[in-house]
């Protein structure tokens, strides 16, 4: 299938799309021998000969998979402590790397791919929706909720959850909450500032993609089907 040049680049690892883009222009990538320099270049990665500096691209199978990732991994390729990493979960040859982050204390929904078009578009915010459900100390009334569905500013950053729902009140309390963005360590900051500091902590869906019953630490390769709704295609 025909593509744009600095996509293929791109998905091969080699440069981002940016990157890649440099690179043709400079006159550093042939197909078939040639130099190629314009930007709209097309190839077809199964079926020419793609060099960049002189190196051959040799077209890697994408892969997608869920994890369930427990609390005390990371949402890394490596750690320089030596700690676990979300990668370490997955048997694979290709080069994973974690689309969007959930931090260490956190657990719950990832995808792990090497397709860079796709992990970017589950990292931009307001693209597809995440689904968390959170744990916190005591019982926050309306009011303080109100306060997280309309937003606040943390430390110069706006922060809002787009839903919060009840699943369960008590002494501590569960809620279903929904983000459309996620900065860093949203949930906990946004829960602290109300007082009421998150307790646990896991993700449940990505868009349309549910964790479902999938044990922590588990892993399963993703369907064509999920695969298209997460890149926003129809459902089949």
Do not use: C
């Amino acid at each position: 299938m025909m593509e744009r040049l600095q996509k293929i680049i791109a998905r091969a690892g080699i440069a981002s799309r940016r990157k890649a883009e440099t690179l043709i222009q400079e006159g550093a990538v042939t197909v078939n021998g040639q130099v190629v320099r314009e930007l709209g270049s097309r190839a077809d990665p199964e079926k020419d000969h793609i060099k960049v500096n002189g190196k051959l691209i040799r077209p890697e199978r994408l892969e997608y998979y869920a994890v369930n990732k427990p609390r005390g991994v990371l949402s890394s390729v490596r750690d320089t402590e030596g700690r676990q990493v979300v990668t370490d979960l997955v048997r694979s040859s290709a080069r994973l790397y974690p689309a969007g982050r959930l931090d260490y204390n956190s657990e719950g929904l990832i995808v792990l791919t090497n397709d860079g078009e796709l992990a970017r578009r589950i990292t931009e915010g307001g693209t597809l929706p995440k689904v968390y459900e959170v744990k916190v100390k005591d019982l926050p009334d309306e009011a303080k909720l109100d306060r997280l569905r309309k937003g606040l500013t943390i430390d110069g950053v706006w922060m809002q959850a787009s839903k919060i729902s009840v699943l369960e009140t008590g002494n501590n309390s569960w809620y279903q909450v929904e983000l459309l963005e996620g900065k860093n360590r949203q949930l906990r900051r946004m829960f602290e500032r109300i007082g009421h500091p998150v307790l646990k902590l896991r993700r449940v869906s990505i868009g349309k993609l549910k964790l479902g019953k999938l044990p922590p630490g588990a892993y399963r390769e993703l369907t064509d089907e999920e695969v298209q709704l997460l890149k926003g295609g129809r459902e089949a």
